[in-house]
């Protein structure tokens, strides 16, 4: 349909219309309106996003297991940290968070703190033996880093420790199945 014999809606032709229809001579009816091949041109640029991204991220982590064991990290004195104290630390990487907790008893345990739901961090309920993902209320027991409850349906990866001459490191990351 050319400009000039497209229909307005009081009759005149476009050069007699407002500058503003004009330029946007779209009816409001046609507004929503996408053709297919437009729709089909956005699916196939989402696709493409999301394989590039999905691509990238598993370069990333054959990145990682190519680098080997991760190197031991000293996260704290042993006498730091208390019964009920919690200490965040990176490992094995920079944007890898984690949480080493004294629980009750005595017990040091870390986990990686990212929520294995939609990665969210997870927050310590230690007086509960929990830790707690307040996105979806995700709940994970803090002795096992297993689910409890909520959407998350894999347990945390265990941090492996070790105190040697009062210092506590973070020798390894165990992935819990
Ligand atoms: S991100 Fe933790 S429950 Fe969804």
Same mark, same amino acid.
């Given at each position: 349909?050319?400009?000039?014999? /497209?229909?307005?809606?009081?009759?005149?032709?476009?050069?007699?219309?407002?500058?503003? $229809?004009? =330029?946007?001579?779209?009816?409001?009816?046609?507004?929503?309106?996408?053709? $297919?091949?437009?729709?089909?041109?956005?699916?196939?640029?989402?696709?493409?996003?999301?394989?590039?991204?999905?691509?990238?991220?598993?370069?990333?982590?054959?990145? $990682? $297991?190519?680098? +080997?064991?991760?190197?031991?990290? &000293?996260?704290?004195?042993?006498?730091?940290?208390?019964?009920?104290?919690?200490?965040?630390?990176?490992?094995?990487?920079?944007?890898?968070?984690?949480?080493?907790?004294?629980?009750?008893?005595?017990?040091?345990? &870390?986990?990686?703190? @990212?929520?294995? /739901?939609? =990665?969210?961090?997870?927050?310590?309920?230690? %007086?509960?033996? @929990?830790?707690?993902?307040?996105? /979806?209320? +995700?709940?994970?027991? &803090?002795?096992?880093?297993? %689910?409890?409850?909520?959407?998350?349906?894999?347990?945390?990866?265990?941090?492996?420790?070790?105190?040697?001459?009062?210092?506590?490191?973070?020798?390894?990351?165990?992935?819990?199945?």
């Amino acid at each position: 349909m050319s400009e000039t014999s /497209h229909k307005h809606p009081d009759g005149n032709p476009t050069p007699e219309q407002p500058k503003w $229809r004009q =330029d946007f001579p779209i009816e409001t009816g046609q507004d929503e309106y996408v053709s $297919r091949r437009d729709f089909a041109k956005f699916l196939v640029l989402t696709s493409g996003a999301m394989a590039a991204g999905q691509v990238c991220i598993i370069g990333q982590s054959m990145a $990682r $297991r190519d680098e +080997g064991p991760p190197e031991e990290l &000293a996260i704290a004195r042993d006498d730091e940290i208390g019964v009920g104290q919690v200490v965040r630390f990176d490992y094995p990487h920079p944007d890898e968070p984690c949480l080493l907790a004294r629980l009750d008893d005595g017990k040091l345990l &870390a986990f990686g703190q @990212k929520c294995t /739901h939609l =990665d969210c961090a997870v927050t310590p309920d230690l %007086p509960n033996r @929990k830790f707690v993902c307040p996105c /979806h209320h +995700g709940y994970f027991d &803090a002795l096992t880093g297993q %689910p409890l409850a909520g959407p998350p349906r894999r347990p945390l990866p265990r941090i492996m420790l070790e105190v040697r001459d009062g210092v506590i490191y973070a020798t390894g990351v165990e992935l819990q199945t």
